[in-house]
């Protein structure tokens, strides 16, 4: 196995308060700006499933920001790590706000959604078995359980799963979803210093506008509807609290969120292990990987409890941290304040709101398919053996059952309705199928590339 060695980097910045209070509250500014873009896309894709019923972008960033205290915190103030918005859970919300059998049959679709955030909720609570098993077996026993050809094809499943989204969104202003498109494919490839780690911001706001411009010149959209509308924008006030609200919980939407944490674990200690990477100190050890997994796993069900999105460490800003090297995590916490203050702002929240569906389309083709392309890395760099027909058969029907069950499947127990979705179908099998089949030969750290490149990697 390949090893690594976590040293202080002597050109950078451990103690930010050497540099005075105003580049303290500078730096904390570029790290709001670079979790901004992807954290308040979440609730706007959310609301375009629940046809404006859908989550809030107050609450969303006051948890954003509440969460990532909660997990520093947790995390004995040590790792520094902003926890925005995840997207694995957008095929959860989608297939939720569908949902037609049982207690929901007549719901609106504002009514369905604290039950998908209280399956957030238990989803989190998985965090906390992960970490508890990890702190008494031991991390590699633990993802012996979880290889490659398993959290793969589960990982391909969950971009797949909302392709037709990003394609209706789109269609309403292909014109406007290229741009958006385009924009982000420019500032990804070509782009430089803090334009290169927000280029799905950059997106959003040129294309945003393109819109404006659009609209200033009398055009609409194909169907003749108007491109913006700000109706609700010039009603809203400055200053509000942000519209919380209740989870629920169903088993039918926990069994639909749930499964989903299976990639969010993985992600999130793909995520450290990149922070430590980055910042040269082994935070898997110091405070240790279970406690950042407490710290992850209570601050989503956190703000899923009051009704906003799942949590997760972001790798954006990880990028700044390698940016900037100022590595102290008081400059995260600045973030985190910033977010919260930003949330008590209703007119901000519904400009954001007033974003087209056609831009929120054109972003989601690149977001949708770089979740499965992550998927597809996960397994390539992994060098799974498809030539060996235990993988190969675990595989497709992990695929299959993702993709193919696209209703789900729903039946009685004990006069309760419960719906096992497609998700859910496929990681049940996929899990079970790789415990069950003999000859499971996936060693956890062995292939150091493959770890690191799955964004998993225990090199010390």
Same mark, same amino acid.
């Given at each position: 196995?390949?090893?690594?060695?976590?040293?202080?980097?002597?050109?950078?910045?451990?103690?930010?308060?050497?540099?005075?209070?105003?580049?303290?509250?500078?730096?904390?500014?570029?790290?709001?700006f670079?979790?901004?873009?992807?954290?308040?896309?979440?609730?706007?894709l959310?609301?375009?499933?629940?046809?404006?019923?859908?989550?809030?972008?107050?609450?969303?960033?006051?948890?954003?920001?509440?969460?990532?205290?909660?997990?520093?915190?947790?995390?004995?103030?040590?790792?520094?790590?902003?926890?925005g918005?995840?997207?694995?859970?957008?095929?959860?919300?989608?297939?939720?706000?569908?949902?037609?059998?049982?207690?929901?049959?007549?719901?609106?679709?504002?009514?369905?959604?604290?039950?998908?955030?209280?399956?957030?909720?238990?989803?989190?609570?998985?965090?906390?078995i992960?970490?508890?098993?990890?702190?008494?077996?031991?991390?590699?026993?633990?993802?012996?359980?979880?290889?490659?050809?398993?959290?793969?094809?589960?990982?391909?499943?969950?971009?797949?799963?909302?392709?037709?989204?990003a394609?209706?969104?789109?269609?309403?202003?292909?014109?406007?979803?290229?741009?958006?498109?385009?924009?982000?494919?420019?500032?990804?490839?070509?782009?430089? =210093?803090?334009?290169?780690?927000?280029?799905i911001l950059?997106?959003? !706001? +040129?294309?945003? $506008? &393109?819109?404006?411009? #659009?609209?200033?010149?009398?055009?609409?959209?194909?169907?003749?509807?108007?491109?913006?509308?700000?109706?609700?924008?010039?009603?809203?006030?400055?200053?509000?609290?942000?519209?919380?609200?209740i989870?629920?919980?169903?088993?039918?939407?926990?069994?639909?969120?749930?499964?989903?944490?299976?990639?969010?674990?993985?992600?999130?200690?793909?995520?450290?292990?990149?922070?430590?990477?980055?910042?040269?100190?082994?935070?898997?050890?110091?405070?240790?990987?279970?406690?950042?997994?407490?710290?992850?796993?209570l601050?989503?069900?956190?703000?899923?409890?009051?009704?906003?999105?799942?949590?997760?460490?972001?790798?954006?800003?990880? =990028?700044?941290?390698?940016?900037?090297?100022?590595?102290?995590?008081? !400059? +995260?916490?600045? $973030? &985190?304040?910033?977010? #919260?203050?930003?949330?008590?702002?209703?007119?901000?929240a519904?400009?954001?709101?007033?974003?087209?569906?056609?831009?929120?389309?054109?972003?989601?083709?690149?977001?949708?398919?770089?979740?499965?392309?992550?998927?597809?890395?996960?397994?390539?760099?992994?060098?799974v053996?498809?030539?060996?027909?235990?993988?190969?058969?675990?595989?497709?029907?992990?695929?299959?059952?993702?993709?193919?069950?696209?209703?789900?499947?729903?039946?009685?127990?004990?006069?309760?309705?419960?719906?096992?979705?497609?998700?859910?179908?496929?990681?049940?099998?996929?899990?079970?199928?790789?415990?069950?089949?003999?000859?499971?030969?996936?060693?956890? =750290?062995?292939?150091?590339?493959?770890?690191?490149?799955?964004?998993?990697?225990?090199?010390?």
């Amino acid at each position: 196995m390949e090893e690594q060695q976590f040293h202080k980097k002597s050109d950078a910045i451990y103690d930010a308060r050497t540099l005075g209070r105003p580049k303290m509250l500078l730096l904390g500014l570029q790290h709001m700006f670079a979790m901004f873009g992807a954290t308040i896309l979440v609730p706007i894709l959310v609301n375009s499933y629940f046809h404006g019923e859908g989550l809030s972008v107050q609450v969303t960033l006051f948890m954003a920001g509440l969460g990532t205290l909660f997990f520093h915190f947790c995390s004995k103030f040590k790792v520094p790590a902003f926890l925005g918005s995840s997207f694995a859970f957008l095929g959860g919300f989608a297939t939720v706000a569908e949902l037609n059998t049982g207690i929901y049959a007549d719901m609106t679709y504002g009514e369905k959604l604290p039950y998908a955030c209280g399956g957030i909720v238990i989803a989190g609570l998985l965090y906390l078995i992960l970490a508890l098993v990890i702190r008494l077996a031991g991390v590699k026993r633990v993802m012996r359980f979880l290889p490659p050809v398993v959290t793969g094809p589960i990982i391909i499943c969950i971009g797949l799963s909302l392709a037709g989204s990003a394609i209706n969104n789109a269609g309403a202003n292909w014109f406007l979803a290229l741009i958006a498109l385009a924009t982000i494919i420019v500032f990804n490839v070509w782009g430089r =210093g803090i334009f290169k780690i927000i280029p799905i911001l950059m997106g959003v !706001v +040129i294309s945003y $506008a &393109a819109a404006l411009i #659009m609209q200033v010149s009398g055009l609409s959209n194909p169907d003749g509807s108007a491109i913006l509308d700000f109706s609700s924008v010039a009603s809203a006030g400055w200053v509000g609290i942000p519209p919380f609200q209740i989870c629920r919980f169903d088993l039918t939407a926990i069994l639909v969120m749930a499964p989903i944490a299976i990639a969010t674990m993985m992600e999130h200690i793909g995520d450290i292990s990149a922070i430590s990477a980055t910042v040269g100190e082994n935070f898997l050890e110091d405070p240790g990987l279970h406690r950042t997994l407490v710290g992850d796993g209570l601050a989503t069900s956190l703000s899923a409890f009051f009704g906003g999105p799942a949590n997760t460490t972001y790798g954006e800003n990880t =990028g700044v941290l390698e940016l900037s090297h100022v590595y102290d995590p008081r !400059v +995260i916490r600045l $973030a &985190a304040v910033y977010a #919260m203050i930003l949330s008590f702002v209703p007119k901000f929240a519904n400009v954001i709101s007033s974003l087209p569906a056609a831009i929120i389309g054109g972003v989601s083709f690149i977001l949708y398919g770089m979740i499965s392309a992550i998927g597809v890395r996960n397994v390539v760099e992994n060098r799974v053996d498809f030539s060996n027909s235990r993988n190969l058969i675990i595989a497709a029907v992990i695929l299959v059952s993702g993709l193919g069950f696209s209703s789900g499947v729903t039946f009685t127990v004990g006069g309760t309705s419960i719906t096992l979705t497609s998700l859910a179908i496929a990681s049940i099998a996929g899990i079970l199928l790789n415990a069950i089949l003999p000859g499971n030969d996936y060693h956890f =750290g062995v292939n150091a590339r493959g770890d690191a490149m799955r964004g998993v990697s225990m090199k010390r």
